[in-house]
């Protein structure tokens, strides 16, 4: 059958669209979909499966972590059903990155996103934010629309840099452009929009620095470093000029809508249990007295859309310092790799899956990162996974071209 040589591509298509909708009414339609893409990869890409488990178990400890935090939670029966789902979801985001070549999994993400964010301007869903209402569409709220859109124009952006790239994606990269800006700026979401921005120009400067040798690229980010240290001088000035921009120019609260009252909640929990934590999500979603009152106290009255929005402190109280530890550690291992490959073989699509984990990482100190059923999941093991990608010096990247390992029984296709 034609179609499962591109079973990998249909299916991530599909699991992105399906893991960024986030409808209540349709939660179970969709997870149920989910589990049967993800078997079908399973049957015929059997191989795939098991390179996940043998070389990527580090990148999947802390999920693991989580599930296995319902032996010690205070809401047992919530901390392992959730915790599956997310393992579940984590290892999806690994499969993908293990099926597809990072220049293919771009493609698909343009596609896939460039769909989506139309969907979501037809169903015209709205949210409220500090600002009014403003659209969410699909998603659960703006700062989810907001990313979507953000990716958008780095993937569109991505492709548009990328060499032999068919006429009909160039075309849907160009569309995609406005499209996005549009939505980021609709959103009234401050990360968002400095995210996009940095972002952009970030992708574009690797691009750029590809010209150069390894070691040329290694000594104009010396020569970077030297040239900006000075000015580490101003940064009580810098310091002073972000608050103004933030808080008085786009008019954000101090207290970042509420976050540092939930952050100083946070930081009392994980003194209470550092080592091991109260389990995955049973502070939001279990009947202790903590609970209650942080529900109470945020005028929450359901905790499965609710966190402490940062992403280390979310890890800390549910799954404790242990949790913290794999979690910290992925981020050095990864974190290194990416820089080692932007220095020695940078590609757009590597450069951009890299610049995807830097602003997830960013982000995580503001926000929940990854999460059970999230597009942003698999977006973020992708790019784990693509650090340690070693490609083949020629421009054009074929699945031909990947490791032996990760090819798992993929039938020839055509390179794009």
């Known amino acids: 059958m034609a179609l499962l040589a591109f079973l990998p591509e249909i299916a991530a298509f599909l699991l992105l669209i399906g893991m960024a909708t986030q409808l209540p009414q349709f939660g179970a339609i969709i997870a149920l979909a989910e589990f049967a893409i993800v078997g079908l990869l399973f049957v015929f890409r059997t191989t795939a499966f098991i390179e996940v488990v043998r070389r990527w178990w580090w990148l999947l400890l802390m999920p693991a972590i989580a599930t296995l935090s319902g032996f010690w939670s205070d809401a047992p029966m919530i901390s392992f059903r959730y915790g599956a789902q997310y393992l579940f979801t984590c290892i999806i985001g690994v499969l993908i990155a293990c099926t597809m070549t990072p220049r293919r999994y771009v493609q698909v993400l343009l596609v896939a996103l460039f769909v989506f964010c139309i969907l979501c301007i037809v169903n015209g869903r709205q949210g409220t934010s500090a600002e009014g209402w403003v659209l969410i569409g699909l998603t659960g709220s703006k700062n989810q629309m907001a990313y979507a859109a953000q990716i958008l124009m780095l993937s569109a952006i991505a492709v548009l840099l990328m060499r032999n790239m068919p006429l009909q994606l160039k075309a849907v990269a160009v569309l995609s452009l406005p499209l996005s800006a549009y939505l980021v700026a609709g959103t009234n979401s401050a990360t968002a929009v400095l995210m996009a921005v940095g972002g952009s120009a970030a992708l574009m400067g690797l691009w750029w620095a590809q010209r150069l040798p390894p070691g040329g690229r290694l000594w104009a980010l010396i020569g970077a470093l030297v040239v900006l240290s000075p000015l580490t001088l101003l940064i009580p000035e810098a310091i002073e000029f972000i608050d103004h921009f933030v808080f008085g120019t786009l008019g954000k609260d101090p207290t970042l809508t509420g976050r540092t009252t939930l952050w100083a909640h946070a930081d009392a929990l994980i003194a209470e249990r550092p080592l091991l934590g109260y389990g995955y999500q049973a502070i939001w979603m279990g009947d202790s007295s903590e609970t209650i009152g942080l529900k109470r106290l945020m005028g929450v009255e359901d905790g499965r859309q609710f966190h402490f929005h940062h992403a280390f402190r979310i890890v800390a109280v549910d799954t404790g310092m242990v949790g913290l530890a794999a979690f910290v550690v992925m981020l050095l291992l990864v974190g290194f790799a990416g820089l080692k490959q932007l220095l020695l073989r940078p590609r757009v699509e590597t450069s951009f ?63 794009y």
């Open 353 to 415: 899956f890299f610049l995807i984990f830097a602003l997830m990482v960013a982000r995580a100190f503001t926000d929940a990162i990854i999460g059970p059923f999230s597009m942003h999941t698999l977006l973020f093991f992708a790019a784990c996974v693509y650090a340690f990608w070693g490609m083949q010096p020629a421009e054009e990247a074929a699945p031909e071209q990947a490791p032996e390992a990760w090819r798992a029984r993929r039938p020839a296709t055509p390179a």
